[in-house]
């Protein structure tokens, strides 16, 4: 019987992300996946660490109330923080099962200054990308990464690898 894996968003980039770092993690199981909308409780665009962690926290736990009888819930939320060097933009991973939690952050990347001007100006991350490289709906697609990286780093290959992290607790759950 196939495990159930709720993803806290409709985005498909979150959605395929999940969808093969539980297919890497845990190759053995069976897992049917299914997407649902619900608040990150958090601003559209979280502005620093600890907002973004909470963000993908909220998505996971509501996720969890709307849909009880999965297995596993999976929130993602991704985030900028200005820092002394620049904007960094990253994102959290937060998944639940009914007794443990694993989570894990992406890598950060420098975001260039005019998005960052766009994003101080009010405007979220993914329209702020889609201004400045003439793109539409990206944070669907390669998202900021892929765009600054000319494609060779979309956005779903950037989620899977903390996906797979988050989920080593549930790998070795002697050890947490």
Do not use: C
């Not at 093969?20 to 845990?26: D, I, R, T």
């Not at 660490?49 to 596993?72: S, V």
């Not at 099962?97 to 960052?116: C, M, N």
């Not at 329209?127 to 779903?156: I, M």
């Amino acid at each position: 019987m196939s495990k159930l894996v709720v993803v806290a968003s409709k985005n498909p980039v979150k959605v395929n992300a999940s969808v093969e770092g539980f297919a890497k993690m845990l190759p053995k199981e069976d897992f049917a996946f299914r997407s649902i909308d619900v608040s990150s409780d958090v601003s559209d665009q979280p502005m620093t660490d600890e907002e973004t962690l909470k963000g993908a926290t909220n998505r996971a736990k509501n996720a969890q109330k709307e849909e009880p009888e999965a297995d596993f819930w999976v929130g993602i939320e991704g985030g900028i923080q200005d820092t002394d060097h620049g904007m960094m933009a990253f994102a959290w991973v937060v998944i639940l099962s009914a007794d443990q939690e694993g989570r894990s952050r992406t890598s950060t990347f420098h975001l260039p200054p005019k998005v960052k001007e766009l994003i101080h100006q009010g405007v979220e991350l993914g329209y702020a990308n889609d201004q400045v490289f003439g793109e539409k709906n990206s944070k669907h697609k390669g998202g900021a990464v892929g765009s600054l990286t000319g494609g060779e780093l979309n956005r779903t290959e950037y989620y899977v690898q903390p996906v797979l992290l988050a989920l080593v607790p549930f790998v070795n759950p002697d050890l947490y």
